[in-house]
């Protein structure tokens, strides 16, 4: 008897250390090692050094890096697509890799984007010229769209910085334009064909004046259609460059209810700092959070600052509205950033370790502190080779958090991507907002079809429903709608050119905000 109970008590310790080293492994901010090769894919373009400069993810998992090489004298665009597990996606091009050469050898890639239908839309430069490709979903390039499925243009642009795609297929970009009288912040809108949307600005583009010397790096599209961009201004009579945020109206004014005339300038540092956004994100509830680097004014650091929907600084946020922070004791920068449903923000970059570039990640809590549940102290390093950055960061239909950008590897640079374990539950509510109870019909649904959306209300509310890709993509704004409390019915039609895959009904209220998951099928 005491024998038996002897070795069910050791079977049981062995059990309970097994479950413990299974949490620990796959505990926030650790590699996830059943991706790729020990939580990490990297790509070559034979022996060509090649650049990763952004990231994709479909909704059924598969990621999409795209990047640049120059090879056989041509500059080239390069596509990789992997499968949600890491391994080359043989459905896409040649072995998972598509090229797209150019005649010159001054190209570059900046997006990456998927659209409903499964066609990818990529952004970049091409001898000077602003160029958006487009390829189906095969990774063969798109003929009916543009000239041999690419569209190029100048807008004066120095380079195109950014691209995006807007509900309803049209495309926004930014830049720094030079039109002989200064540099200027500059935007356009394509119409989905490629053509320009001449409803924005003056034949498609707005330039405004934010000061001397600007950099634009990334914009954003918010709900009702307005454009953020970031980037940095060099202050007049200072001696340091301010982080800038300006927003445009649908029409491609500035919006004036938006800082100063449309503009808000933003420091840390209070003497000789560089302070740079170099990518942002919108909350739900609409407040702009930015992430970049502060240099010049000691060791350059992570930063991360959020703004109110008018400009205003948000001093709910870290300290007095920012948050900074560094890895090691020298170079850091903060490249790329999304927020999980839950509400926090995830941060990735790069940190110069001695001699080497170790990939970054940072996780912030809504407040905007260091989340201590995630990796150590709420960051990790994941060294690969001599250098790794982290130039995209975006979340798995899974949870998982997937951050993408370039590596070397005796001496050879490649497109390089790792997963890490988030701990996200995905099927949980997000947070409290008046809501009882919360439920979907029906739940896997159907492309084109209905979905009734069930809610209990503990009181009146106003109520904005959004249905969201897992990376954070708008998928439908069904608008807001005037609820009574108790038991409500909504009717949202979802859209039928849907891919498939897991999205996020996001439910916002004046008393917080809550999320149910949505699977949907063909």
Known sequence: ????????????????????????????????????????????????????????????????????????????????????????DNTFGTNGSVSVPFDNTN??????????????????????????????????????FGVNGVVQFSGDLNALTDLIILPG???????????????????????????????FGTNGFAYVNVGTQPSVTRMKAQTDGKLLLTGTVYVNNSTWYELVLLRFNTDGTPDAGFGTAGKVLWFFANNGGYELGNDLAIQP???????????????????????????????????????KFNFYTSVDEAKALTIQPDGKILVAGTALNGSNRERA????????????????????????????????????????????????LSNLSRFSVARYHSGLVVSAPELPAGIESLSAFPNPARRGEPVVLRLELRENLNAQV??????????????????????????????????????????????????LPLMVRD
């Open 285 to 323: 509830d609409g407040k702009i959070v930015v992430a970049g680097r502060i240099a010049n004014s000691g060791p350059t650091v992570f930063t991360v600052v959020r703004f109110n929907a008018n400009g205003t600084k948000d001093n709910l946020f870290g300290t007095n509205g920012a948050i």
């Open 1 to 88: 008897m005491n024998k038996i109970y002897t070795g069910s008590i050791l079977f049981l310790l062995f059990f309970l250390a097994s479950f413990q080293n299974n949490n620990l492994a796959q505990a926030p901010g650790t590699l996830d090692a059943q991706f790729g090769t020990g939580g990490s894919t990297q790509v070559a373009f034979l022996t060509f050094q090649s650049d990763c400069k952004a990231m994709a993810i479909q909704n059924d998992g598969k990621i999409i890096l795209a990047g640049q090489y120059i090879g056989g004298g041509k500059g080239n665009m390069g596509f990789v697509r992997l499968n949600a597990d890491g391994t080359p």
């Open 107 to 144: 190209v570059s890639v900046v997006s990456v984007q998927v659209l409903p239908n499964g066609q990818i839309i990529a952004g970049g430069n091409s001898d000077g010229l602003v160029t958006i490709l487009r390829m189906l979903a095969n990774g063969t390039v798109d003929n009916s």
């Open 361 to 408: 990640i940072a996780r912030l809590t809504q407040p905007g502190a260091r989340d201590a549940s995630f990796a150590t102290g709420g960051n990790t390093v994941t060294a690969i080779g001599t250098k790794a950055i982290g130039e995209a960061v975006a979340l798995q239909p899974n949870g998982k958090i997937v951050v993408a950008g370039g590596a070397t």
């Open 169 to 199: 297929g049209k495309l926004a970009g930014c830049g720094v334009a030079d039109q002989g009288n200064g540099k200027l912040f500059a935007a356009f809108r394509r119409n989905a064909d490629g053509t320009a949307d001449n409803t």
């Open 466 to 515: 959004q249905l969201n890709s897992l990376d954070g993509r708008l998928a439908r704004d069904f608008g807001s709608f005037d609820l009574s409390a108790g038991a409500q019915e909504l009717r949202l039609e979802t859209p039928p050119d849907l891919p498939s895959g897991q999205y996020m009904l996001l439910i916002t209220t004046d008393r917080g905000r809550k999320a």
